[in-house]
């Protein structure tokens, strides 16, 4: 044009590229800029009056997306824009649709994928409108290309009248389609999102593979986008889960009442994570083979509660009877086309189930529960809604579990109410009892009772009661204690020794009588409560006690041995004392203050525990070492407690230190009560030790001869070097000592002359 003089003008140009597209195409495709050219595009899309309508006011928001060089920020911004719309769906429709115009497609189509590879299923997002997603399902006649793109997820580039042998039906003919481009849409771990397709009409303008690499570009990040937007929405949704299910837990276990209050708040939690409509909890009844609820229907206004109207039907009949026999989730769309449905409940409450979700609540792999969620209230349940709710079913029947154990536990308290109450009319002193000492009103005791050679057999049971109450009134006096109280108290103590040959309410007796001499013989040793607990726990040292050893109940299994694995009979009879103490009219420390009780109780417990000879040991070597290096301190509390268990061991073997006629009577009851374990043991198939076998009767005086040189001695020895007013005690002790080894030399004696005699008798063949 310059050659023939014409003046080269914007207009002139404009009329020539007006009319010779085909190179104004080749011009921009050699020579601009991919990213002018969207520049361009942007710009001219402004221009149009089309943007003002609805449906491309979201193209708008998105074209900034196509000028991105740096598609780190187009990520950051795309799985921003995900998160705040919650509908990573049609954000990427809105990508697509930005991606449509960077390369000047004249429209697109977006399927999803929302199934597995191996159930296919393409469906054409078509948008959204008033917040709900539109999506209509494809089927591949409908769709051949976009199938073929999700299968091999190659893409596709093909215009109209190209042969292809996969698409021999060439282009779909709908909105004359020229040219056509389709990819898939894949997560970065390679799940398929789905595909994209776009079309041009323009014969001329067919899709270049620089646009197939830009739009193969942006989909790559698109699908990262969505792959985090999906890692985030599933994280909250867990979140959500988990926040659900904490308050789920908190409630259920901290406010466990009843069954029915559990059942109650599982059904509400339940409906409330699955927006359900209606809820009911099934307990199976393994004995009967039945399902029955007692709370049905929860949600509506009339819900069933009333044990008497519960619902009961055979386990495998209906959905809850198929999920209970079975273990199966059930989710059903149409329940009334559900061949398993038992319609007689909604004909019974009047109501249209249509959609059901049923969850097994299992223990130990065991069904212990079916709970069903009836009609959903926005659609059907979904697989999500299956995944929360098998979760949720899990804290179900721990709940229930514990539930059923708190039930049980509670029944089993009232129960031990009713026996204590039966217990403590039967082994409670009688008024007529309490009367009949506070008539006998002893103001002195009988002669020598503050002396360690006191024989008890002097005195008849009831005596002996009557002289603890002078002994405790006589130690602590009146001030803080009731004299009615402590009769009703030493006569329920009395009553609950058992009838056995030595551990029975004569030895208790006796053993407080020795911890009254010590006190009375060296009253500035121990402080007042020290003195109080001593008292008390050689009073209550052996209540209960079943004639048997620690390790004999260990043995045989005992149900004490099951509470308390060590000391067990201590333990028992420390538990008892507290049991005394708590029925009314009993409690003879009531005017102490709330903190003098709880020491006095530790105190009372610490020497009662002292008994066991088994403790004694250690004791002894702490006490001995505090006294062998002089370091012992009566105004240390540690040193106080080593010594009250070493006295209450003296008192408990204080037989041993008695006179001879009392040691002798008190060693033939003792063993007559070795003897009837023995005998126990016999018929349990064990052999017992010579000192319980009653055919053994010789073992007597060498058994006695260890235990005083073992115990006793060692005990009063070391009582004797810290309260010198005990020596009585150990001199009368060896003495015993000396008897019994003569015994013993004596039987040694005879068992060396027995052979002799026997061979005497053969020899002279005399009938014996």
């Known amino acids: 044009m310059a050659g023939n003089g014409d003046e080269i003008s914007s207009d002139s140009v404009g009329k020539y590229l007006k009319h010779h597209p085909e190179f104004l195409e080749h011009f921009l495709i050699e020579n601009v800029g991919l990213e002018e050219l969207q520049k361009w595009v942007i710009r001219r899309l402004g221009s149009r009056k089309e943007l003002e309508s609805n449906e491309n006011k979201n193209i708008d928001k998105m074209t900034p997306y196509c000028v991105y060089s740096d598609k780190r920020q187009m990520l950051e911004e795309l799985s921003q824009?995900?998160?705040?719309?919650?509908?990573?769906?049609?954000?990427?429709?809105?990508?697509?649709?930005?991606?449509?115009?960077?390369?000047?497609?004249?429209?697109?189509?977006?399927?999803?994928?929302?199934?597995?590879?191996?159930?296919?299923?393409?469906?054409?997002?078509?948008?959204?409108?008033?917040?709900?997603t539109i999506i209509e399902k494809?089927?591949?006649?409908?769709?051949?290309?976009?199938?073929?793109?999700a299968e091999t997820r190659q893409p596709v580039r093909i215009s109209k009248g190209d042969t292809d042998p996969r698409f021999p039906d060439g282009l779909p003919a709908k909105g004359e389609m020229a040219h056509l481009m389709c990819q898939a849409v894949q997560h970065p771990d390679g799940k398929l999102v789905g595909v994209v397709e776009f079309w041009r009409r323009s014969c001329t303008w067919k899709f270049f593979e620089q646009e197939e690499e830009l739009v193969y570009s942006y989909l790559v990040w698109g699908g990262v986008a969505l792959?985090?937007?999906?890692?985030?929405?599933?994280?909250?949704?867990?979140?959500?889960?988990?926040?659900?299910?904490?308050?789920?837990?908190?409630?259920?276990?901290?406010?466990?009442?009843?069954?029915?209050?559990?059942?109650?708040?599982?059904?509400?939690?339940?409906?409330?994570?699955?927006?359900?409509?209606?809820?009911?909890?099934f307990l199976v009844d393994t004995k009967k083979q039945e399902v029955y609820a007692t709370l049905f229907d929860v949600g509506a206004d009339n819900a069933m509660q009333d044990k008497s109207?519960?619902?009961?039907?055979?386990?495998?009949?209906?959905?809850?009877?198929?999920?209970a026999e079975t273990g199966e989730v059930v989710n059903v769309v149409n329940a009334y086309q559900d061949p398993r449905f038992n319609n007689s409940i909604d004909k019974l409450t009047g109501y249209k189930t249509e959609s059901i979700l049923c969850m097994?609540?299992?223990?130990?792999?065991?069904?212990?529960?079916?709970?069903?969620?009836?009609?959903?209230?926005?659609?059907?349940?979904?697989?999500?809604?299956?995944?929360a709710?098998?979760?949720?079913?899990?804290?179900?029947?721990?709940?229930?579990?514990?539930?059923?154990?708190?039930?049980?536990?509670?029944?089993?308290?009232?129960?031990y109410k009713v026996a204590l109450e039966v217990l403590s009319y039967h082994n409670s002193c009688t008024e007529d009892e309490v009367n009949r000492c506070m008539e006998m009103d002893i103001q002195k005791a009988v002669d020598d009772i503050d002396n360690f050679f006191f024989c008890p057999y002097v005195l008849s049971d009831f005596e002996k009661a009557a002289h603890t109450v002078y002994m405790f009134i006589d130690l602590f006096g009146l001030e803080r204690f009731d004299k009615t109280t402590i009769i009703r108290f030493t006569l329920t103590v009395k009553k609950n020794y058992r009838r056995v040959p030595y551990h029975n309410w004569g030895h208790g007796f006796s053993v407080a009588n020795t911890m009254y001499t010590i006190i009375k013989k060296a009253p500035d040793i121990f402080r007042q409560n020290e003195r109080l607990a001593l008292f008390?726990?050689?009073?209550?040292?052996?209540?209960?006690?079943?004639?048997?050893?620690?390790?004999?109940?260990?043995?045989?299994?005992?149900?004490?041995?099951?509470?308390?694995?060590?000391?067990?009979m201590e333990h028992h009879h420390f538990n008892q004392t507290v049991t005394i103490l708590q029925q009314e009219g009993h409690n003879i420390f009531s005017k102490l203050s709330s903190t003098e009780y709880k020491q006095l109780l530790s105190l009372v417990k610490h020497c009662i525990l002292a008994t066991d000879l088994a403790l004694f040991f250690p004791n002894k070597s702490k006490l001995e070492e505090l006294v062998d290096t002089q370091t012992f301190s009566w105004s240390k509390l540690e040193h106080r407690l080593l010594i009250s268990a070493v006295s209450m061991t003296s008192a408990d073997l204080s037989a041993s230190a008695k006179p001879w006629e009392i040691q002798e009577k008190t060693v033939k009851v003792i063993f007559e009560e070795f003897y009837i374990q023995g005998d126990a043991e016999k018929e349990a198939g064990r052999k017992p030790i010579p000192m319980m076998d009653r055919t053994r009767a010789d073992y007597q005086a060498s058994c006695q001869v260890d235990f005083i040189k073992g115990i006793c001695?060692?005990?009063?020895?070391?009582?004797?070097?810290l309260i010198p007013e005990t020596e009585p005690m150990l001199l009368k002790c060896e003495e015993n000592l000396k008897t019994w080894e003569t015994i013993m030399e004596c039987y040694k004696k005879l068992e060396q002359s027995v052979p002799i005699l026997k061979d005497y008798v053969k020899q002279k063949k005399i009938n014996l």
């Not at 649709?97 to 199934?115: E, K, P």
């Not at 406010?255 to 009911?280: C, E, G, H, W, Y």
């Not at 109207?309 to 999920?323: C, L, N, S, T």
Request: aromatic share 10%; net charge positive.
């Open 389 to 415: 709710f098998e979760t949720f079913a899990v804290y179900c029947g721990l709940a229930l579990h514990h539930a059923k154990l708190f039930d049980k536990i509670k029944k089993s308290e009232h129960k």
């Open 138 to 149: 494809v089927d591949r006649k409908q769709a051949l290309i976009p199938y073929h793109v």
């Open 713 to 721: 001695i060692p005990c009063y020895k070391l009582l004797n070097r």
């Open 309 to 323: 109207q519960e619902i009961r039907f055979p386990i495998g009949k209906g959905i809850a009877g198929y999920v």
């Open 227 to 281: 792959h985090y937007a999906d890692c985030f929405t599933t994280m909250e949704k867990q979140k959500k889960l988990n926040d659900f299910l904490l308050v789920v837990v908190r409630s259920m276990f901290q406010d466990m009442v009843s069954m029915d209050t559990l059942m109650t708040k599982i059904m509400n939690f339940a409906q409330r994570l699955v927006n359900a409509d209606r809820a009911s909890l």
């Open 81 to 132: 824009s995900i998160r705040l719309h919650s509908k990573g769906k049609h954000v990427l429709w809105e990508l697509i649709a930005c991606i449509s115009t960077a390369v000047g497609a004249d429209g697109f189509r977006l399927y999803l994928n929302d199934n597995s590879p191996d159930d296919l299923q393409l469906s054409l997002y078509v948008g959204e409108k008033v917040g709900k």
């Open 536 to 568: 008390v726990g050689c009073l209550c040292h052996d209540l209960d006690h079943r004639g048997k050893t620690n390790k004999f109940l260990l043995d045989t299994e005992s149900p004490l041995s099951a509470i308390y694995s060590t000391s067990t």
């Open 360 to 387: 097994p609540i299992f223990i130990k792999d065991v069904v212990i529960g079916v709970v069903q969620m009836v009609n959903k209230l926005t659609g059907s349940f979904t697989t999500e809604d299956e995944e």
